[in-house]
């Protein structure tokens, strides 16, 4: 596995070499499955293209794409640099290091990295408010669930996905406050063959609704074989399996934020930043809600999404305790980004979760 | 935790789904490997045969067609390594990974307009009054048919190798192809024949991931399944039934790893995660304590000059 992914990169970096050329802005993207996943992958790419259709000829756009993350990453990444890259976007959590290695030798290029927390003078780093997205899950799929067993695959043990986790918990419990959550880690991003397992394993276990953070659509597949089972699109609208088992998506939308980084190096004027943007900026979409959802379920979701996106309402809203009963924030106290309890290194669930989080 | 939420039935009925694949693929390798060819296209083949059965199954809403199909799409690729090693003499390492980076970059491409479509259903093999009996009829009657085949084909290969002349035949040029040559056996032929049933083999067991485990298509999903196949041969000691053991016990615990989880077991998710590949190996090492070896002649070219 290991050694294919490396020799394709590796190939695909040679690839690159030859097409170089003056006078344009090089931008490279890393990616973490294949550009056809149908979810992450597939949305970073609608934004590589974004870039190509905002810019045409003054732009050349080069990626890699299932580049394991760890120190194969690093190697692609110096790669695109030695190639003449201007701007790298780095899109999985795990590139975090290697990306901030790759930039301590390349001060000149910039570089953006999705999900993580590590910034640098040339390093950026951007990431979108998912969790906003898993609060309306979590709201819908409280009330779906038949059987108040809710079924969650997970990816890695990182704050991104625990932030989810938790968001959707606490929604679907406010509404619904006999329903359970049964959590499968299957440490892979992308792996159609184990997410259908994954999700076959908690259909067999009664839960009637499957979250996903893993980025193919198997699960969605999964769901629609067993017939009764409500699903979510990850990352991608995943709408052909609309308007049933899919009733709603979180989009990721990353075409702006692309396109506005690629002008800031053409006009000079990049800067290291921070971004996290949610549903207000656009960031994070809400896929259409479909007819399958009951209308006063719809109609107070789509309450929940405007709220989330004027800012009126913030998905961690206190009173809420951690997992041991300690108190984290207090009532209409609102979690802070960083900081010690901060959402951006969230590494606790929250009270009523039964499960473990794996070291 | 709650343990009895794991239906023991639904478990076993869904390891062997889960399995199917692996043994497949690791089957067609064992004999390849038998004749004394190292593939190690298998990774390559089987997403051929993933996306080759899919489109065909689609444009044709044939299931049956589409399985056809991908034994096909994985004997012709296996082909493209038979002429690289056999008749160009190349280096079969080399051939091999070769043929799996072809093979997942076309099926990427094929496979470009079938994202997201949902293939024709293959029917289950519903015994009427068989599936109903309880426990033994989920686990044993109510499977598809390339379940079945997975386990004839064991059976066959075994019987193939053990106690026919063919078989006979073929261990011969994969222990010393040069006696087999003095002896007037086309070594180059057997072998590629060989090859080619590995190919389809694992062509089928593409196939089976993208039409009836997963079913849809996926660029890259057989997600290395190829290479544990190529590993369990090993491990397996290059003889079938310990094949058959070895794919049910790797997609056992990983399906069982999975409902623990779901269930909450207390266990740390990493132990769980690594658990299959640990357990299988460990078996397998334990039971390969005999005399068993690698074939004389894995991986070496043969011409007839030499």
Redesign the interface.
Known sequence: MKLTKLFTSAAVALGLATTAMADTTKVGFVYVGPVGDGGWTYEHDKGRQAVEAAFGDKVETTFVESVPEGADAERVITQMALQGADLIFTTSFGYMDPTINVAKKFPNVKFEHATGYKQADNVSVYSARFYEGRAVQGHIAGQMTKTNKIGYIASFPIPEVIRGINSAYIHAKKVNPDVEFSIIWAYTWFDPAKEADAAKALIEQGADVILQHTDSTAPQAAAQAAGNVVTFGQASDMGEYAPFPRVSSIIDDWAPYYVARTQAVMDGTWESVSTWDGIGAGMVGIGEISDAVPADIKASAMEMVAALADGSYHAFTGPLNKQDGSAWLAEGETAPDFGDDGLAGMNFYLEGLTAQIPN | MDLS???PV??IA?LMV?AT?LLLAAVGELIVERSGVLNLGV?GMMIIGAIAGFAISVETTSPMLGLIAAMVAGAVLSLLFAFLTQFALANQVASG?AL??FG??LS?LM??SY????PPAMAKLDLPILSDIPVLGPILFSHDPVLYFGIALTAAVYWFLKKSRAGLILRAVGESHDAAHALGYNVIRVRILAIMFGGACAGLGGAY?SLI????W????????G?IALALVVFASWKPWRVLLGAYLFGGI??LQ??L????I?I???YL?MSPYLITILVLVIMSADKSRAPAALGRTFHASQ
């Open positions: 939420a794991i239906n639904l478990l869904s889960a694949p990774e990974l799996t980076l997942l970059g990427a496979g470009r994202v997201g479509i949902k991931i485990r997963v079913p849809q996926t660029e890259g999903m057989t997600a290395g399944i290479w990983n399906v999975l409902n989880q779901a269930a909450g207390a740390p998710v990493e995660a």
